[in-house]
């Protein structure tokens, strides 16, 4: 377990693997567990980052600090305490939200970035999540519901509830849409077809960032893809990370489903 100061509060990351820097956030349910088998698949070329955002995991709690412009100064500050001055970033949900608003904030830190079921905008995000009130048996029931991973439902029950609730209409109030053109990162989105909880984004947002930026969709899958699909999930990320052309990029018959 590694921690750093930042803002007088811990942020603890955990940190598997050597080479190129690659950083992993996670979403509104959970924390930097579940991202464990990608790390570990990736560590042979690649040092790979988790760290638990402000209210979630065994991070500190700083409820003035529950909103993506902060989580987005947080992870500033965690790179250049590391000295990483560039890396790739796979955020899932309000990690994904964190990554792209960093992106565009700081293009020149970023060199690629993957979101895996992200709502670019507010209305992506369904009723179950939109509607959760920040009671603490509220998250359990949904948690239980919708993720029945024992990396999921351990750590979402460590986050503050107040964290869920304010970074989500932080997340809420902004259009990624208008994020996604400008940039020069390329750009993976991957959703699950059948995830309960954000909607995958519509063709037409993306027409006009063709090139830049490609999304993928993951049948029979959920809100979880990295522990869903691990094996197609962990294929597909590398061959996003090794490659230059995004339209090249497709699932194989041979990336099978993980036996549950």
């Known amino acids: 377990m590694s921690v750093i100061v930042v803002k007088e509060g811990l942020i603890h990351y955990e940190v598997i693997g050597r080479g190129q820097p690659l950083v992993f956030l996670h979403g509104w349910l959970g924390s930097w567990r579940y991202w464990v088998p990608a790390m570990e698949e990736l560590s042979l070329h690649y040092r790979t980052y988790a760290l ?84 603490g048996d509220e998250l359990a029931r949904l948690v239980a519901r919708r993720a029945d ?8 029950r460590k986050a503050d509830a107040t964290a869920i609730v304010s970074s989500m209409r932080s997340a809420m109030g902004r259009d990624l849409r208008r994020v996604l053109l400008p940039l020069e990162s390329p750009v993976l989105l991957v959703h699950g077809v059948d995830d309960p909880l954000v909607k995958p984004p519509e063709s037409e947002w993306l027409r006009d960032c063709a090139d830049t930026v490609r999304a993928i969709l993951l049948n029979s899958t959920e809100h979880f893809p990295m522990l869903e699909e691990q094996n197609k999930f962990n294929r597909l990320l590398k061959d996003f990370l090794a490659g230059d052309d995004l339209a090249s990029l497709e699932l194989k018959e041979e990336w099978q489903r993980r036996l549950r």
């Open 149 to 156: 991973f024992p990396e999921v439902d351990l750590e979402a």
């Open 52 to 135: 638990d955002l402000w209210g979630f995991g065994d991070s500190d709690k700083l409820s003035l600090s529950y909103n993506v412009d902060a989580y987005v100064e947080l992870l500033q500050e965690f790179l250049d305490h590391l000295g990483v001055h560039r890396t790739s970033l796979v955020g899932h949900a309000l990690g994904g939200v964190v990554a792209l608003s960093f992106a565009d904030k700081i293009p020149e830190r970023v060199e690629r970035v993957m979101g895996v079921s992200v709502p670019l905008v507010g209305a992506s995000i369904n009723r179950p999540l939109a509607g959760f009130s920040g009671n």
